[in-house]
C-alpha cells in the first residue's frame, strides 16, 4: 500500500486508512501537513512524467479545494507542460471541462497562461481534438 502512495500525484491524495479493527492512517508522503497547511504538493517529479496529466489536473485541484500551489509542484508543472501534447485529446478534454466548471477556476486558467500553456482545439478528419502547446514563459 505505501509503494502505490509514492506513486500518487499529490502528497494529499497518498493518505490511506488501513482496515481492519486497529485503524491505522498511512501518511508517507505528508499530506495531513499539506491539509493543515492548505497547499497542493507534488509526491514527487518522477510521478508527472508517469503521467503527463497530472500538471492539468494539479491546478484544477488547486482552484477546485482552493489549495495554495507549493512553489516545487509549480516548478514542476512548468517543467512537464510539455508532455501533455502526449496525453490523449479526450483525457485533457475532460480535465478542462471539470476545470471551468469550477467557481474559481479563474486562477488555475491564469496559471496556465502564466505558465505559455496554451489549450487549442483542432478539427481533424471529422472529430475534434485538444492539443496542448508549452511555449514557456
Keep these: 500500500l505505501e509503494e502505490d502512495l509514492w506513486r500518487r500525484d499529490f502528497r494529499l491524495n497518498s493518505i490511506a ?16 501537513r ?15 512524467h508517469d503521467d503527463p496529466l ?10 477546485q479545494h482552493k489549495l495554495l500551489l507549493e512553489p516545487q509542484t509549480r516548478t514542476f508543472i ?5 508532455l501533455l501534447s502526449k496525453v490523449a485529446p479526450e483525457r485533457i478534454q475532460s480535465e478542462l ?6 467557481k474559481e477556476a479563474d486562477e488555475a486558467i491564469n496559471l496556465l497562461k502564466e505558465e505559455g500553456i496554451k489549450i487549442e ?13 508549452h511555449c514557456g514563459k
Design 34 to 48: 499539506d491539509l493543515a497547511q492548505n497547499q497542493l504538493a507534488a509526491v514527487k517529479e518522477q510521478n508527472f
Design 121 to 133: 482545439k483542432e478539427k481533424k478528419r471529422n472529430f475534434s481534438a485538444m492539443s496542448i502547446i
Design 17 to 32: 486508512l488501513t482496515l481492519g479493527t486497529n485503524s491505522v492512517i498511512l501518511d508517507p508522503t505528508g499530506g495531513l
Design 78 to 82: 512548468n517543467t512537464h507542460a510539455t
Design 97 to 102: 471541462q471539470r476545470l471551468v466548471f469550477v
Design 54 to 63: 497530472r500538471p492539468l489536473r494539479g491546478l484544477r485541484l488547486m482552484a
